[in-house]
């Protein structure tokens, strides 16, 4: 059961504990499967979403077809609430990375609820400053690290969301592609690629599919400085 994990998102941080659960008992639960897209960039959007289980990415696509991932987010973790607070259709595109539960609040019962529960305003406000705080250095990286820097930070940023201490090291079952891997490093597969190997060689890492094991934790966080 993830109730907890859900219960655990900023929108439901009052102490209420009996309304909490029925805002929670009031949310749609939708499963979707590896690859399923709940919305796209572009569209009119009215509705949130809080994950329980699994794993949504948030991909942009430009003109001339290629990807980029701003994100991928796990259990407890929000998504859908910008056109509510900037209305305008939704910036990226929800996908399903891997078999996924999420609870889906309409934008008009947030407002109520925020407007019952003003306290819950301040976590979401954190919860943004947090994502905005990230994407700035996402930014800042872009410009100023090289890609094996960037595939290092991509490594540890994955492991604080989905890493799993085993007694070899820290293992992320990601769920992603080398090319899904590439999108939200923001360089080729080819490239990203050479990066992994590299650390596979220097024993930092070793690959599993769609999983890694962080072997040397220290070495990488000074590769991502
Ligand atoms: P919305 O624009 O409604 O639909 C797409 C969602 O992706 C958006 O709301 C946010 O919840 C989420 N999103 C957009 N940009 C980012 C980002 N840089 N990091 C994490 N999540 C994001």
Known sequence: MDDDVVLSAPLFATMEREETRRLFESMTE??????????????????????????????????DGRENLLSILGPGEMFGELSLFDPGPRTATASAVSEATVHELAHQSLVSWIEAH???ATHLLHALARRLRRTNETLADLVFSDVPGRVAKALLDLSNRFGEQTDEGL??????????????????????????????????????????????VDRLERRAR
């Open 30 to 63: 939708i499963d979707l499967s590896r690859g399923e897209v709940l919305f796209r960039e572009g569209e009119p959007g009215d509705r949130l979403y809080v994950i329980g289980s699994g794993k949504i990415k948030l991909g942009r696509r430009s003109t």
């Open 118 to 120: 003003p306290g819950v």
């Open 171 to 216: 293992r992320v079952a990601h769920d992603l592609t080398q090319e899904e891997l590439a999108q939200l490093v923001g360089a080729s597969r080819e490239t990203v690629n050479k990066a992994l190997a590299d650390f596979a060689a220097r024993n930092w890492v070793r690959r599993e599919g769609r999983a890694i094991v962080l072997l040397d």
